[in-house]
């Protein structure tokens, strides 16, 4: 507080710099009255009292109010516990999860804040109040101190030959080294076994693997698709799968879509890939990969919720607002002997966001 | 009954003539159409358990009764005989399900031309509903009020909840409380809609909602979502107030102000030197 006053009277403050200007050059010959370049320090301001240091009557409420306080706190903590049994949660009935939560919730609140205010309240109204200062102390050491401490190392190097016994040394020093080595080789086989690059290029969609509906996995055949519809689809099979499922479905989510033909505009190039006003979308943002299935079937956009990229179906799925970099990639489909849509291969793209080895 | 109506009916799209003697009071219109409506509306709400029982026979008198109305409220958008014109789409094969949907959320008659038909309250009696649909779907056939065991809401809530979370929640919310579409668009909120009504946005795909035909999701899912939704909206949250659950939105509005505001307070209390 002391050093806090000081420095303010050191030129550094603005006000007080032209003061000190004047001071360098001769004094005024008009002015009579002697200036000094500092103001005084004016010390600590008047100890204020508080109430509970004049007035017997309030210290002794303040004391009542901070044992209050801590006598809430410990019925707090059993009411925690009483209402922990009292509700319990019925596993078939999840609203008994609520009751009990919020009992338990009042009763360790109550219990810890009755403690933390009660303890703030206890210093800030009774326990012993006079403002003090404490000069702060260097940071160096002592010089003898200092020289204790290399002395120290000293012995204990002599003691112990570290650098005398070199071949003692240079082992434990490869030992030490040694040691993370066995943890660098179980985190390095947390990575994916096959290439990841391979793994992100493609996806359980193939030839002649038929559209299925999310969750049931039941085919979709094309007359099912009627105009305005939009189906969720995974691909024939996944949901059967026995490991890795739902990374597959991460890749292969596929939104499908009936428009009016005569309102889809699609690429010469690609003209073969619907069928009859149904198109396939990879469902996979080609931002950062959330979800993107908000389709609006009279404007045919598709949103993402995320960071509302938004999509033209109509237009080959291409960007017409948001971050998104690319296209939703298009799956190719057709129909089967049976009626059933089915891919007639795999994405011709990786699906979902940007990555290092994506040859854009 | 229906004769009765017929006559206030036909008294209320009769505006050129009262302009013949060129002395009425220029409210005159406007009071006849209120008191020909209320009339209207006061002898259906009259004959609502009579008139129930005959709708179902869709009845040449009905599909005639729903002619009328659709002539005088609907058709100066959808057309005299329902073809479509550029302010409205063709209503042939829109089916009875539709103009339920429609005309019994209050969306249709339409308030105003904007990105989406706003509610507002409902304009006709169910009879009166239910005579339009029935001429709607006399034009061309379309999708048909559901039986009561399809909207019952006592099917399976945790298949409905997949089903929802699958092919409505990435617009409507998780937990059907709605949200944000494209350009002023917005996917509503489902509470308290009810479950005919459910059905039939789902089957008819109104305005941008795409249609989820029996052919995708059977009768019985739906019955399922439905459930679902009850289920949603009898039972509080388990997680306690649900501050409207539209998820981080409102959560992080909430302990931005009342969270971080606490702390505050609790930091300059801390510091202030006690009375």
């Not at chain 1, 600590?44 to 009292?49: G, K």
């Amino acid at each position: 507080m002391a050093e806090a006053h000081d420095s303010a009277h050191g030129g550094e403050t603005p006000g007080t710099a032209v003061a000190q200007q004047q001071d360098h050059s001769a004094p005024a010959p008009a002015v009579a009255v002697v200036r000094s370049d500092r103001f005084p320090n004016p010390g600590f301001p008047p100890e204020r009292l508080r109430v509970t240091d004049l007035d017997p009557k309030k210290e002794k409420q303040a004391e009542r109010t901070i044992s209050a306080l801590f006598f809430l706190s410990i019925i707090g903590s059993v009411f925690a516990v009483a209402a922990y049994i009292l509700f319990p949660i019925d596993n078939l009935d999840p609203s008994t999860i609520r009751l009990n939560n919020m009992f338990l919730g009042i009763g360790i609140t109550l219990g810890l804040l009755g403690v933390g205010i009660g303890a703030v309240h206890w210093s800030k109204a009774l326990m012993h109040g006079h403002e003090l200062v404490e000069e702060r102390h260097p940071t160096r050491g002592s010089d003898e101190s200092r020289e204790r401490a290399v002395e120290i190392f000293r012995e204990a190097n002599a003691e112990s030959g570290f650098t005398r016994r070199s071949l003692v040394r240079n082992t434990l020093i490869g030992a030490v080294i040694a040691t993370p080595i066995p943890a660098i080789a179980l985190f390095r086989d947390l990575a994916p076994a096959k290439d990841p690059v391979a793994l992100l290029k493609h996806t359980m969609w193939d030839t002649g693997v038929r559209l299925a509906r999310d969750p049931s996995g039941t085919p979709i055949k094309a007359s099912e698709v009627t105009i305005g519809s939009a189906f969720h689809v995974i691909p024939e099979g996944l949901a059967e799968l026995e490991y890795h499922r739902l990374e597959e479905k991460a890749k292969a989510a596929v939104l499908l879509m009936r428009l009016p033909v005569d309102e889809l505009n699609e690429d010469p190039a690609k003209a073969d890939w619907s069928y009859d006003g149904i198109v396939a979308y990879s469902k996979i943002c080609t931002h950062v990969g959330c979800p993107v299935a908000l389709y609006e079937q009279q404007t045919h956009h598709l949103l993402c919720p995320c960071h509302q990229s938004q999509f033209d179906v109509a237009d080959h799925c291409k960007v017409i607002f948001g971050p998104a970099a690319r296209p939703l990639p298009q799956l190719p489909i057709t129909v089967d002997d049976e009626g059933y849509l089915v891919a007639q291969s795999d994405f011709t793209e990786p699906v979902g966001p940007s990555f290092w080895e994506r040859a854009l | 009954m229906i004769r009765r109506i017929e006559t206030h009916l036909t008294m209320a799209p009769t505006p050129a003539s009262t302009r013949r003697a060129g002395r009425r009071h220029p409210l005159a219109t406007t009071a006849l159409l209120v008191v020909g409506l209320l009339a209207t509306g006061g002898a259906y709400a009259l004959a609502t358990t009579t008139a129930t029982a005959e709708t179902t026979a869709a009845s040449a008198e009905l599909i005639d009764e729903g002619g009328k109305l659709f002539a005088a409220n609907c058709a100066s958008c959808h057309g005299m005989n329902a073809e479509g014109t550029a302010a409205g789409p063709t209503l042939i094969g829109a089916g009875a399900l539709a103009v339920d949907f429609q005309v019994g959320t209050g969306r249709m008659p339409m308030a105003a031309s904007g990105p989406q038909a706003e509610l507002k309250p409902v304009q006709f009696t169910q009879a009166q509903i239910d005579a339009m649909a029935a001429w709607v779907a006399d034009l061309a056939p379309g999708p048909a009020v559901p039986p009561d065991r399809y909207i019952a809401g006592d099917g399976d809530a945790a298949h409905g909840a997949e089903l929802f979370r699958i092919n409505c929640a990435m617009c409507h919310n998780v937990a059907g409380a709605g949200g944000a579409l494209t350009e002023g668009k917005w996917a509503p909120g489902l509470a308290g809609v009810d479950p005919v009504h459910i059905y039939g946005a789902m089957v008819t795909g109104p305005q941008n909602m795409p249609v989820f035909s029996d052919l995708n999701l059977t009768p019985e899912d739906k019955n399922d979502i439905i459930t679902y939704l009850l289920y949603v909206q009898e039972n509080p949250s388990v997680g306690g107030w649900d501050l409207g659950s539209l998820g981080p939105v409102s959560e992080g509005l909430f302990i931005w102000i009342f969270g971080l505001g606490a702390l505050v307070g609790v930091t300059i209390w801390l510091t202030a030197k006690s009375n």
